[in-house]
């Protein structure tokens, strides 16, 4: 899986054409705090430490979250459209 440090572009290169880091499940599962809170969506590895305070379900959805694969739960969520 690849860092988006809080982004997805699609591309698992950066704008300045390296390679984003690789990261292992043990690696992310470490990441389950409020301190350092990341998740897997897709491909990707998202830090979503600074937007916890920001989301629209509120801290606690991204705490229950934080550590795991989150691609399906977060696909199956109804949008507005």
């Known amino acids: 899986m690849s860092a ?3 982004a997805s572009s699609g591309s698992k290169t950066r704008p ?3 390679a984003w880091p690789e990261y292992s499940w043990r ?8 301190e350092s809170n990341w ?9 979503v430490t600074e937007f916890q305070s920001k989301h ?5 959805m991204l705490a229950l ?3 795991r ?5 977060v696909c199956a ?3 507005d459209e």
């Open 4 to 6: 988006a440090s809080g």
């Open 16 to 18: 300045d054409g390296s």
């Open 27 to 34: 690696q992310v599962a470490e990441h389950a705090t409020a």
């Open 39 to 47: 998740m897997i969506m897709g491909d990707d590895v998202l830090d």
């Open 56 to 60: 629209p379900g509120g801290r606690e």
């Open 65 to 67: 979250a934080a550590g």
């Open 69 to 73: 694969d989150v691609t399906g739960p």
């Open 77 to 79: 969520v109804p949008r």
